[in-house]
Nanobody, 125 residues
Framework: QVHIVESGGGLVQPGGSLRLSCVAS????????VSWFRQAPGKRREGVSC????????VYADSVKGRFTIFRDNAENAWHLQMYNLKPEDTAVYYC??????????????????WGQGIPVTVSS
């Protein structure tokens, strides 16, 4: 059974940076698309970014383009979301997710079968 552990969330001031990480066990990450989603209070979960394997294609939500970067370390079975210039509207619980590679990744929740536990990010002064 796939097991995913998230880390790296917390409180950060507007304009600050934060890196979220996920590590998966019992799989070979090379065989999976990786992604990040988030859910703000009172809102639906939304896709933030995904990274396909093996072609490495990237997708970002418009709201994070130019500020967030997704990357992966297959040797460590890990993937990360580096967030810069954080804004209060980035406040949410962030979830990582993976799915076995078919075609290219999508920022659609139901596309992903394996999820992390969620980690809160709060952007506030």
């Amino acid at each position: 059974q796939v097991h995913i552990v998230e880390s790296g969330g917390g409180l950060v001031q507007p304009g600050g940076s934060l890196r979220l990480s996920c590590v998966a066990s019992r799989i070979t990450l090379d065989d999976f698309h990786v992604s990040w989603f988030r859910q703000a209070p009172g809102k639906r979960r939304e896709g933030v970014s995904c990274l396909s394997s093996p072609d490495g294609s990237l997708v970002y939500a418009d709201s994070v383009k130019g500020r967030f970067t997704i990357f992966r370390d297959n040797a460590e079975n890990a993937w990360h979301l580096q967030m810069y210039n954080l804004k209060p509207e980035d406040t949410a619980v962030y979830y990582c997710a993976i799915e076995e590679s078919q075609g290219s990744c999508l920022l659609i929740e139901k596309f992903y079968g394996f999820w992390g536990q969620g980690i809160p990010v709060t952007v506030s002064s």
